[in-house]
C-alpha cells in the first residue's frame, strides 16, 4: 500500500493538486457519514475537480494517438470553426515514400471530418478564451468530467436513495479510466469524455423527466443534450431514446394515451434539429470527405479497422480494466487488458453483485427492466460490431458507477446494523470508503504512464522543446520540410506535433522540385530540416530556409 501511495515522479504542482482533491474528497466522506448531504456533495465535486486537474496537467506532452490531431484540429479552428482541417492549407500533396496519401485520408489529409466537431468547437472556444496550452487544450474535459459527479449523484438519489447518489458520485470522482481519458492518454481522449458526458447527462434529463410527472421542460433539456451526444460521437448518442422507449412501454404496457407519443415527436424534433445541419452542410460543402467518413464509420462495424479486432468476450473480459483497474495492465489496446487473472475475476464478480444489487434497490419495476435493457443494448451492439475498444461500451459508465456504489450502500446498510456504536462505526466506514476510492483510481498504473519514469517521455520532452525553437526561426505562412515526426509503432509519418507548435505546414520528406516551385510561387517561406537529407535543387537556393535542429526518433 506504502509504493501504492507514492507520490514520486510527480511535480510539486502535481503534488499540490493530487493531496487538495483527497483532502476535499476525505473531508466529503466524514461530512456524508455525518449525514451532511450537501456539503458532502460539494466537496466530492470541489475534490474532483482538483483530481482532474492533477490528472490534465500529468503528462507534459501530446499525446498518441488522437490527443494530437484534436490538438491541431481545435487550433485551426478558431479561425473557421465550420471548416474543421488537420493541414490548415493545402498547397502541395503530401510527401510520402512509394507515392502520396488522398488528401481525405484523415491523419495525412486537409479537411477533417473524422470526428463529429462539438468537441473540438469546446477546445477552440478554450483556445481562444484562456491561450493554446496542453491545460486548456484538456480544460473542457476537466469541467465535463467534473459535472459528471452531481449527475451521477442525482440519477442514483432518483433511482435508489441520496446515500446511492453519493456513493456512485465517488467512484466518479474516482474512476481511474475517466482521469486517464482527461489526460489525453492512450487512443481515447476527449472526444470519448465529451460523449459519455453528454449521453450522462441526458440520461440524467430523463431521470428528471420522469420524476417530474413527464413535465414538458425536460423534453427540451433531454433533446438538447442527446444532439450534443450525436454530435460529439454519433448515432449512440441517441441512447436517452431507447430507454425512453423501454421504460414507457414497460410502465404503460398498451395504455397508448399514456405514452405520450408528441413528448416523443417533439424531443425527436429537437435532437435532429441539433445534429442534423452539420450533416446536411458537411455533405454539400465537403462531399469527398464526407463519403469517406461516412464509408469508414460503416466499416467499424463489418471490417476489423485499425487492428482493432477481439473476441466476441472482449468487452465481457474489459469491465475490471474500465472500472477498477490494476496495474498489471500495460495497455489499451491489446489482448492483455481482456486476459483475465485471479484478481481480475474478483473484480468482475464484483461489478456484477453490485449490479444485481441496484436492480433489486431500484424503486420501480420499470426502472430495472430499462437499466438492464440499455446496458444490454450497449453491450450487445458493440460486441456485433467488428473493430473493439475497451472504451465504446463506456458510454453507460453511470451504471457502472451506480453498481460500485451499490456494493458501498449495502456495507454501509450492513455496518449500521452490525457496529453500534456511532462513533467506531463512522470511523470504520470512512476507512472503508475511502480505501475503495483511492483502490479504484489505480495509481500504479497512473505513476507508470503520467510520470517521467515512462522512457519515451524523454524523447518527447525533448522533441516539445525542439518545436518550440523551430517557431521562432520560422517567420509566417512557412512551409517546413523533412518534418518525420516522432516514431510510434511504425506510424512515423505524420509532424503533427510540429505544426502545432510551429504553426508552419509541415511535411516528413522534402518536396518534389514541382511541388517546391508551386509552393514558392503561391507566396509560401520554405524552411527544411538539414538533419536529413537535403535535395540540390533546395540546398542551392538561397532563400530556402536550412534549420539546423534534429529531433529525437525522427527516423
Known amino acids: 500500500m506504502f509504493n501504492y501511495l507514492s507520490l514520486y515522479g510527480y511535480t510539486i504542482s502535481q503534488k499540490s493538486w493530487l493531496m487538495t482533491g483527497l483532502l476535499l474528497a476525505l473531508a466529503s466522506i466524514i461530512c456524508f457519514a455525518f449525514d451532511r448531504k450537501r456539503w458532502s456533495v460539494a466537496l466530492l465535486t470541489a475534490g474532483g475537480f482538483c483530481l482532474f486537474v492533477f490528472a490534465a496537467i500529468s503528462i507534459p506532452f501530446l499525446n498518441f494517438w488522437d490527443e494530437r490531431f484534436h490538438a491541431l484540429v481545435a487550433k485551426n479552428c478558431m479561425d473557421h470553426p465550420f471548416s474543421p482541417t488537420l493541414y490548415r492549407e493545402w498547397p ?66 432518483l433511482l435508489v436513495d441520496r446515500r446511492l447518489g453519493y456513493l456512485a458520485a465517488l467512484s466518479a470522482a474516482f474512476s481511474w479510466m475517466l482521469l486517464d481519458l ?47 451526444a450525436v454530435l460529439t460521437k454519433w448515432l449512440v448518442g441517441l441512447l436517452v431514446y431507447a430507454a425512453w422507449g423501454i421504460y414507457t412501454v414497460s410502465e404503460y404496457r398498451f395504455r397508448l394515451r399514456e405514452w405520450k407519443v408528441g413528448q416523443m415527436a417533439a424531443a425527436a424534433a429537437i435532437t435532429l434539429a441539433v445534429f442534423l445541419p452539420w450533416q446536411i452542410y458537411t455533405s454539400h460543402a465537403f462531399p469527398s470527405y464526407y463519403e469517406r467518413e461516412k464509408q469508414l464509420n460503416k466499416e467499424h462495424f463489418y471490417l476489423e479497422v485499425e487492428n482493432h479486432q477481439e ?18 495492465y500495460k495497455d489499451y489496446v491489446t489482448s492483455e487488458t481482456a486476459t483475465f487473472t485471479a484478481k481480475r475475476v474478483v473484480h468482475l464478480l464484483l461489478m456484477a453483485a453490485g449490479f444485481v ?24 451492439f458493440f460486441t456485433l460490431a467488428v473493430t473493439k475498444m475497451p472504451a465504446y461500451p463506456f458510454c453507460i459508465c453511470v451504471v457502472g458507477y451506480l453498481s460500485l456504489g451499490m ?149
Open 92 to 157: 502541395i500533396d503530401n510527401a510520402y515514400p512509394g507515392g502520396t496519401w488522398p488528401e481525405t485520408d484523415w491523419c495525412h489529409g486537409h479537411v477533417w471530418l473524422h470526428k463529429r466537431p462539438l468537441f473540438i468547437w469546446q477546445i477552440a472556444l478554450c483556445f481562444k478564451i484562456f491561450g493554446v496550452s496542453l491545460f486548456t487544450l484538456r480544460l473542457p474535459s476537466v469541467i465535463m468530467a467534473t459535472l459528471m459527479i452531481p449527475l451521477t449523484y442525482r440519477i442514483g438519489s
Open 182 to 228: 482527461v489526460s489525453g492518454h492512450g487512443v481515447v481522449d476527449h472526444n470519448n469524455v465529451c460523449f459519455f458526458f453528454y449521453v450522462t447527462a441526458s440520461l440524467w434529463a430523463w431521470c428528471e423527466f420522469v420524476h417530474s410527472g413527464r413535465k414538458w421542460r425536460w423534453v427540451f433539456v433531454l433533446a438538447v443534450l442527446s444532439g450534443c
Open 311 to 328: 473476441a466476441n468476450t472482449f468487452y465481457l473480459n474489459t469491465i475490471p480494466f474500465c472500472y477498477i483497474g490494476d496495474s498489471d
Open 357 to 380: 444489487l441496484l436492480l433489486a434497490r431500484c424503486r420501480k419495476w420499470s426502472h430495472r427492466i430499462t437499466i438492464f435493457s440499455l446496458v444490454l443494448l450497449v453491450y450487445g
Open 407 to 555: 456494493l458501498l450502500w449495502e456495507l454501509w446498510r450492513i455496518g449500521e446494523k452490525v457496529v453500534r456504536r456511532v462513533g467506531l462505526r463512522r470511523t470504520v466506514l470512512v476507512g472503508m470508503t475511502a480505501f475503495f476510492a483511492i483502490y479504484q483510481m489505480n495509481m500504479n498504473w497512473f505513476r507508470y504512464y503520467h510520470t517521467s519514469s515512462e522512457g519515451y517521455w524523454v524523447v518527447m520532452k525533448y522533441n516539445k522543446e525542439q518545436f518550440k525553437k523551430m517557431k521562432s526561426l520560422l517567420p509566417e505562412r512557412t512551409i517546413l520540410f523533412n518534418v518525420r515526426g516522432t516514431d510510434d509503432w511504425g506510424n512515423y509519418c505524420m509532424p503533427v506535433e510540429a505544426m502545432f507548435y510551429t504553426d508552419a505546414l509541415c511535411y516528413p520528406f522534402p518536396p518534389t522540385e514541382a511541388d517546391f516551385r508551386k509552393a514558392k510561387a503561391a507566396g509560401y517561406h520554405i524552411a527544411i530540416l538539414t538533419s536529413h537529407e537535403v535535395p540540390d535543387y533546395l540546398q542551392s537556393d538561397p532563400e530556402v530556409q536550412k534549420v539546423d535542429l534534429e529531433l529525437w526518433c525522427d527516423y
